[in-house]
């Protein structure tokens, strides 16, 4: 009786140790999606209310969430470190080139943090709120679910150079491009289906402006892109003036989460140098782009895939970095 008792507290201890022990810090440097299920039941509730809310009065913003995600995680790792204000010793990654006049979402993360913090205290962290609001942002416009891996901490400082470095560039080689996806860890097939992001969203002008009338220095528009739809841009994105003018990414379905991205590219429809290159510049990857633009099945299982892996580029865990009290400032203590 008394070793079968015994048996039983050993054995409920085995069982239960890693839920008691791991409640609020995350010493195994691992993320869980359980992360916050005792210290902020609430917490997930709470960022896809404010999302769904806000995606409902203007679907941009779910564009606008998903993309911040992925220049956070490629600074420095998924840490917040793009919603750092500039002050004291931090330049803020907001003044980077693919940032300025361009990222957007601070205040709906602003609110969400606020409401986070009204019901528990000091426990979520920024990082996970992005990671969150990438994937309901996903969800609320049609694109897959997944289960997000949670436990990231907040960075104490932020790196402008790092996201001109590391972030690619609209106008960026498929190799330049691969390459700066596998220093994070990523590969060609994440790349092409995290690029299947551009099925929502804007662009500005001056991010392909290049291609409609300068390409390759010879005063010619890109032979890769669709001269009737070449013609469409230039009358809202002129050579001079109008850098400030939006695009849809998907001309086709701009808030739908779907797979006309990929079948715009195989049209020479892409928006972006980035986007068409998938298909012109490498025989794997305009593979990847026909099965995607082919099978929606197929590209949601693998994107939900690469943003999970996305998601997981070197977090801060454990007693590394911290919970910041308001997105845009590290504590002072
Ligand atoms: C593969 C390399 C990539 C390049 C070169 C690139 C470049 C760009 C550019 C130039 C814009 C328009 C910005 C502007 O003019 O204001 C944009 C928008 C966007 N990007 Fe990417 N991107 C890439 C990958 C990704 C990835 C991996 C994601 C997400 C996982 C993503 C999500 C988005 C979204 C959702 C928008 C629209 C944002 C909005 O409407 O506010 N992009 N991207
Ligand atoms: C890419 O765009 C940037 C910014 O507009 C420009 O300075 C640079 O010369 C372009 N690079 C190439 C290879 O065209
Ligand atoms: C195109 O770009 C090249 C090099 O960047 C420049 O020398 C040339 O003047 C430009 N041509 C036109 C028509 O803008």
Same mark, same amino acid.
């Given at each position: 009786?008394?070793?079968?008792?015994?048996?039983?507290?050993?054995?409920?201890?085995?069982?239960?140790?890693?839920?008691? !022990?791991?409640? %609020?810090?995350?010493?195994? /440097?691992?993320?869980?999606?359980?992360?916050?299920?005792?210290?902020?039941?609430?917490?997930?509730?709470?960022?896809?209310?404010?999302?769904?809310?806000?995606?409902?009065?203007?679907?941009?913003?779910?564009?606008?969430?998903?993309?911040? #995600?992925? #220049?956070?995680?490629?600074?420095?790792?998924?840490?917040?470190?793009?919603?750092?204000?500039?002050?004291?010793?931090?330049?803020?990654?907001?003044?980077?080139?693919?940032?300025?006049?361009?990222?957007?979402?601070?205040?709906?993360?602003?609110?969400?943090?606020?409401?986070?913090?009204?019901?528990?205290?000091?426990?979520?962290?920024?990082?996970?709120?992005?990671?969150?609001?990438?994937?309901?942002?996903?969800?609320?416009?049609?694109?897959?679910?997944?289960?997000?891996?949670?436990?990231?901490?907040?960075?104490?400082?932020?790196?402008?150079?790092?996201?001109?470095?590391?972030?690619?560039?609209?106008? %960026?080689?498929?190799?330049?491009?691969?390459?700066?996806?596998?220093?994070?860890?990523?590969?060609?097939?994440?790349?092409?289906?995290? =690029?299947?992001?551009?099925?929502?969203?804007?662009?500005?002008?001056? =991010?392909?402006?290049?291609?409609?009338?300068?390409?390759?220095?010879?005063?010619?528009?890109?032979?890769?892109? #669709?001269?009737?739809?070449?013609?469409?841009?230039?009358?809202?994105?002129?050579?001079? /003036?109008?850098?400030?003018?939006?695009?849809?990414?998907?001309?086709?379905?701009?808030?739908? !989460?779907?797979?006309?991205?990929?079948?715009?590219?195989?049209?020479?429809? /892409?928006?972006? *140098?980035?986007?068409?290159?998938?298909?012109?510049? *490498?025989?794997? =990857?305009?593979?990847?782009?026909?099965?995607?633009?082919?099978?929606?099945?197929? !590209? !949601?299982?693998?994107?939900?895939?690469?943003?999970?892996?996305?998601?997981?580029?070197?977090?801060?865990?454990?007693?590394? /970095?911290?919970?910041?009290?308001?997105?845009?400032?590290? %504590?002072?203590?």
């Amino acid at each position: 009786m008394a070793r079968s008792l015994s048996f039983l507290v050993a054995l409920s201890l085995l069982v239960c140790a890693p839920l008691c !022990f791991c409640r %609020n810090t995350n010493g195994g /440097g691992y993320l869980y999606p359980q992360f916050y299920d005792h210290s902020c039941p609430k917490a997930l509730e709470i960022v896809n209310s404010i999302v769904a809310k806000a995606v409902a009065k203007e679907a941009r913003i779910a564009a606008s969430l998903l993309r911040l #995600h992925f #220049h956070d995680c490629f600074v420095q790792g998924c840490d917040a470190s793009i919603l750092l204000d500039s002050s004291g010793k931090i330049t803020s990654e907001k003044r980077s080139n693919p940032n300025i006049n361009s990222a957007r979402g601070f205040e709906l993360i602003d609110e969400i943090k606020s409401a986070i913090e009204k019901e528990c205290p000091n426990t979520v962290s920024c990082a996970d709120i992005m990671a969150l609001a990438a994937r309901d942002s996903t969800v609320l416009t049609g694109g897959p679910s997944w289960v997000v891996p949670l436990g990231r901490r907040d960075s104490r400082g932020a790196s402008l150079s790092g996201s001109n470095n590391n972030i690619p560039a609209p106008n %960026n080689t498929f190799q330049t491009i691969l390459t700066k996806f596998k220093r994070q860890g990523l590969d060609i097939v994440d790349l092409v289906a995290l =690029s299947g992001s551009h099925t929502i969203g804007n662009s500005r002008c001056t =991010s392909f402006r290049q291609r409609l009338y300068n390409q390759s220095g010879n005063g010619q528009p890109d032979v890769t892109l #669709h001269p009737s739809y070449a013609a469409q841009l230039r009358s809202r994105c002129p050579r001079s /003036g109008g850098d400030q003018n939006l695009f849809f990414l998907d001309f086709v379905s701009p808030t739908k !989460f779907d797979s006309s991205y990929f079948k715009n590219l195989l049209a020479s429809k /892409g928006l972006l *140098s980035s986007d068409q290159i998938l298909v012109t510049s *490498s025989a794997q =990857s305009k593979q990847l782009v026909q099965q995607y633009a082919e099978n929606v099945e197929l !590209f !949601f299982q693998q994107f939900a895939k690469s943003m999970i892996k996305m998601g997981n580029i070197s977090p801060l865990t454990g007693s590394r /970095g911290d919970i910041r009290k308001h997105c845009r400032k590290i %504590n002072q203590n």
